[in-house]
């Protein structure tokens, strides 16, 4: 008996140091700044349809600095790649130093999935991104509401968590939401180190959330 009141102690504790360094981890991450002595590498996020096309529009506005890109995509998403090969290829007639790469992970939630299996497949999709992000070590997770983020800036908060690397979270809220945060949207909004909205109501209703107007 006192055995397992000592393992249940044990356990107890972690878990406070876990959310007392999660605490530290998300408050101070507005004051990291990658990139101050060299190129930023940054993992995006595409997702299938116009959060692909919203991403890349959002790329466009980085520098050849945010280098190497390293973009995940469903295993299941056939026109993502496609696109991301366009673009890129674009971008390398202004910047010989164009690095990018193309990952894939399982889909978190397919469309019409039931709430209840989008937690298995989630976990699946986590047991890929952790040992893709702890291989990658992005400086930046760049995402805008697409399933596949959240184990992805889960990985990346572990990074921060174990004292490993700093990985700053950026959330894009999709254009197309208005009143209300998209579900992705209200699961990153605690954890995010910037949460941008492009709908003043947004802003009024999320305080954290930053408004620029439409940026895509």
């Known amino acids: 008996m006192a055995f397992l009141v000592e393992v249940v102690f044990a356990v107890l504790i972690l878990c406070l140091l876990i959310i007392i360094r999660l605490y530290i981890v998300v408050k101070t ?21 116009g959060h692909t ?15 190497p890109r390293h973009y995940v995509i469903a295993d299941t998403d056939r026109m ?8 890129e290829s674009s971008k390398q007639h202004s910047d010989s130093e164009s690095q990018f790469t193309i990952c894939r992970i399982p889909r978190s939630r397919e469309v019409h999935q039931s709430w209840s299996s989008s937690v298995i497949s989630t976990l699946n ?34 990074l921060g968590i174990l004292g490993m690397k700093k990985v700053l979270i950026v959330y894009v809220e999709s254009i197309c939401r208005v009143q209300t945060l998209s579900l992705t949207g209200k699961i990153l909004y605690p954890i995010s180190d910037y949460f941008f909205v492009q709908w003043s109501p947004l802003r009024d209703k999320y305080p954290k959330s930053i408004f620029l107007g439409r940026i895509v």
């Open 29 to 49: 991450g507005s004051k990291y700044q990658p990139g101050a002595k060299g190129p930023v590498a940054v993992l995006v996020v595409a997702g299938s349809g």
């Open 125 to 158: 999709a986590l047991r890929y991104s952790l040992p893709l992000v702890f291989r990658l070590r992005p400086d930046m997770v760049l995402c805008n509401g697409p399933g596949t983020c959240v184990p992805l800036c889960v990985a990346g908060l572990l």
């Open 80 to 87: 993502s790649e496609e696109k991301i090969c366009t673009f």
């Open 53 to 67: 096309s919203e991403i890349l529009r959002l790329m466009e506005g980085l520098s050849a600095g945010y280098r």
